[in-house]
């Protein structure tokens, strides 16, 4: 239905993640941007006392994320930033969900989601 929608996620645990999946299974192209800096979405390591440890990411991740690209970026290093604005250049939605306390820490720029 949506194949044609190039989605770029920059959201992290429930809200944005859920957005970003609706859209994915409704065949859009979702790019999710996790912190390369953190290890990724908080929630990869929300395990349930079931699940097995040794599993890469917790099934709570999955159910958030099910049918995304996923990359990884440091959005405080100038090169990552570069890769991230060309993926935004042709995108048609942008899902974002920082907190207003961490924008200053992402770089000047990307804050807005609009070029320096």
């Keep these: 239905m ?19 999946m609706f859209f994915a299974e409704l065949g859009a192209q979702v790019v999710k941007v ?3 800096r953190t290890g990724g979405d908080i929630t990869r390591s929300w395990r349930l006392p079931s699940e097995d440890p040794a599993v890469e990411v917790s099934a709570y991740y999955c159910a958030a994320n099910w049918g995304k690209q996923v990359v990884f970026a440091d959005l405080q290093q100038t090169a990552d930033r570069q ?5 935004l250049a042709d995108a048609d939605v942008v899902i974002v969900n920082f907190q207003a306390r961490r ?13 320096p």
């Design 2 to 20: 949506l194949s044609k929608l190039k989605i770029i996620e920059l959201a992290g645990v429930l809200a944005g993640p859920s957005v970003g």
């Design 34 to 36: 996790e912190n390369l």
């Design 83 to 87: 890769y991230i604005y060309t993926l």
């Design 103 to 115: 924008r200053p820490k992402i770089g000047h720029g990307l804050q807005y989601l609009s070029r």
